[in-house]
């Protein structure tokens, strides 16, 4: 089993910044992917970003590109989040997930383990 643990969520202001962190423990797999969801109340479920474990490939979701920026320290097992520019449309819960299968990465049934979530507020 794997398992996540998000962090880094907390209460910012708009325009402002916030870092989450996510470090994996557990069984490791071979070319998995990890990736950034999130979720508002009575929302579905939101890609926000995805990255190659060997960081070949990373992808975005429209409403965050050009402020997020996924990174990882693999010989950690971390990924991290780092959220620039935050708008009040950003308030969610973030979720970290990890995908061991091949495939589309904006899909959250393409990932295999979730965190828990840590909550991201954005005041105006």
């Known amino acids: 089993q794997v398992q996540l643990v998000e962090s880094g969520g907390g209460l910012v202001q708009a325009g402002g910044s916030l870092r989450l962190s996510c470090p994996a423990s557990?069984?490791?797999?071979?070319?998995?992917?990890m990736g950034w969801f999130r979720q508002a109340p009575g929302k579905e479920r939101e890609f926000v970003t995805a990255i190659s474990w060997r960081g070949t490939f990373i992808y975005y979701g429209d409403s965050v590109k050009g402020r997020f920026t996924i990174s990882r320290e693999t010989a950690k097992n971390m990924v991290f989040l780092q959220m620039n520019s935050l708008k009040p449309e950003d308030t969610a819960v973030y979720y970290c997930?990890?995908?061991?299968?091949?495939?589309?990465?904006?899909?959250?049934?393409?990932?295999?383990?979730w965190g828990q979530g840590t909550q991201v507020t954005v005041s105006s």
């Open positions: 997930a990890l995908k061991t299968e091949s495939g589309p990465a904006g899909d959250p049934y393409e990932y295999d383990y």
């Open positions: 557990g069984r490791t797999f071979n070319n998995y992917a």
